[in-house]
């Protein structure tokens, strides 16, 4: 599985994720931040201080998306 190299949050709650095989994706988390799991993304511009440590991407202690879920969301998107 590739590892998460770089993460830069941009306006309207996407995600520019790059990754060790030279791949790029821009995920649109604008409906994810209006569930449970990621609406404290919404708080105070946590959503802008997203955060790497290659396996994941993570906000605090509680909020994160691993590879694989990047992985399936960025495929969900194409489609």
């Keep these: 599985m590739p590892k998460v190299t770089a993460v830069e949050p941009m306006e309207d709650y996407r995600l520019k994720v790059g990754f060790n095989n030279g791949n790029t994706v821009i995920l649109d988390l604008s409906e994810k931040v209006k569930t449970t799991r990621f609406c404290q993304l919404l708080k105070d511009d946590l ?20 590879v ?7 495929q969900r998107e194409k489609d």
């Design 47 to 66: 959503f802008l201080q997203a955060k790497t440590d290659c396996d994941r991407v993570y906000w605090d202690e509680l909020t994160e998306v691993s």
């Design 68 to 74: 694989t879920e990047l992985f399936e969301l960025a």
